[in-house]
Structures are given as structure tokens and as C-alpha cells.
């Protein structure tokens, strides 16, 4: 069975903490996503990382940073966020991340993250 | 960009009906169409998809059907149980590299006992 897994399940920040979120998947998948979502919308895609290498920043503000220090893991730092930025994060994985493939993606359980 | 509308926002149906959600997509490029079901606190789950070289796929009560010409494709659920409540998700993707899943904005659907 597929799994992606996140971490925390919930996290209660400040505006002046600095926090990280992490995801973590061992399906061998070569793509992992963050989205944002909102309550009552759809996910929102942040960042995509391609083998290990920032692909896509959708104009996310720099107050959160994407990390990939493996295939397999993948992080979120977060700093001087804002009560707007509150929301559930997901992270997604799918198999293969070549030019011309179109794989399922597979998501986590998310981090409900709430700024205080 | 890609644009992904989808319609009905809510959906209630007797439990044993029928349940048709509808979405259409703007880029006649995009070739990867998957369908999520989310409940509440959960993750997006996905229950079927579809590439664009086929023209109907189906997996027990779930089907998807997809019209590239009119850029449009359906989710349907057959003999709907209450456990099929849920929000679902169409989404729409372009060929390349790691695929940007452009989203519709969700039907909730309501199966009534």
C-alpha cells in the first residue's frame, strides 16, 4: 500500500517561531509536492521537487522553504509566518518525474498548522 | 494556465442512486485527469483516473468518462453507499516533467440513508 508520512499532525506556531514540517515516503517515488489547503477548497501546489532538485516554486512567499536532502524525505521550514498561512499542508509523492509521464499522485496525511 | 471547473459544489443522493460529478478543463494540452476523495480531516485518497488516450474507465461502482474534443470529463458512482460521503476532487494535468495537478474546486457529496 501506498504511504506518505507526515509530520506533525498539528503544530501551533507563532508569527516569530521558526518550525519545519516534514514528509517522508519510501515507495521509491522520484517527485514530491507541498500543497496548501484551505478549508472548503482544494489543495493549492507550492513546491515540486523532481529528483531531488526544486522544479517548480508556484511564487510562494519566502517565508517558507523547501528542503529535499533525499529521494525519500522531504521538508518544510517555516518562519515568520502568518495568521493567513494557517492551514492543512500536504505532502504527495508520485513514481516518476520524467518528461512526458503522468503518475498518480499520492498523498500524506498533512499538518494542520495553526498561527497564532 | 490550466483552468478546472467543476460542477455540482453539493450533491445529496438516496443511498442506492446514482451520483454524477462533472468537470471541464481549459488546456486542450492536458492529458492526465485523476479524481480525489477527501473526508473530513482526511488526505486526498485517490479512487480512479484517466489519461487522455482512453475515452471511459471503470473500477467496480466508480467509472470516469472523458471527452477530449468537448474538454470535459465525469466522475460516476454507482449504487452509492452513506460511506461514499465525501468531498471529491477532479483535477487536470499537463504533459511534463513532474506533474502539476491543476484542481477543481469540489463537489461535496451527500449519500442519505
Known amino acids: 500500500d501506498t504511504e506518505v508520512t507526515q509530520t506533525p499532525k498539528h503544530l501551533v506556531m507563532g508569527m516569530t517561531n521558526k518550525k519545519s514540517l516534514k514528509c517522508e515516503q519510501h515507495m521509491g517515488h522520484r517527485a514530491m509536492y507541498w500543497y496548501k489547503q484551505k478549508a472548503k477548497k482544494p489543495p493549492e501546489l507550492m513546491f515540486v521537487?523532481?529528483?531531488?532538485?526544486?522544479?517548480i516554486n508556484e511564487s510562494v512567499p519566502s517565508r517558507f522553504s523547501p528542503e529535499c536532502p533525499n529521494s525519500s524525505l522531504l521538508n518544510l521550514h517555516l518562519h515568520a509566518l502568518q495568521p493567513e498561512d494557517s492551514a492543512l499542508y500536504l505532502c504527495?509523492?508520485?513514481?516518476?518525474?520524467?518528461?512526458?509521464?503522468?503518475?498518480?499522485?499520492?498523498f500524506g496525511d498533512g499538518t494542520r498548522l495553526s498561527i497564532l | 494556465g490550466e483552468n478546472v471547473e467543476q460542477h455540482p459544489s453539493t450533491l445529496s443522493v438516496q443511498e442506492g442512486d446514482s451520483a454524477v460529478i462533472k468537470c471541464t478543463y481549459s488546456?486542450?494540452?492536458?492529458?492526465?485527469f485523476p479524481w480525489y476523495k477527501q473526508e473530513l480531516g482526511k488526505r486526498p485518497q485517490l479512487i480512479i483516473d484517466i489519461r487522455s488516450n482512453v475515452g471511459e474507465k471503470k473500477d467496480q461502482r466508480i467509472a470516469v468518462t472523458l471527452n477530449k474534443t468537448a474538454k470535459h470529463f465525469s466522475l460516476h458512482i454507482t449504487e452509492t453507499q452513506p460511506e461514499d460521503s465525501a468531498v471529491y476532487f477532479c483535477?487536470?494535468?499537463?504533459?511534463?516533467?513532474?506533474?502539476?495537478?491543476?484542481f477543481g474546486t469540489g463537489t461535496r457529496l451527500t449519500v442519505i440513508p
Open positions: 504527495a509523492s508520485s513514481q516518476d518525474a520524467r518528461l512526458d509521464s503522468n503518475q498518480p499522485q499520492h
Open positions: 521537487y523532481s529528483y531531488e532538485k526544486l522544479s
Open positions: 488546456d486542450s494540452a492536458s492529458n492526465y
Open positions: 483535477a487536470a494535468s499537463i504533459r511534463g516533467g513532474a506533474n502539476n495537478l491543476f
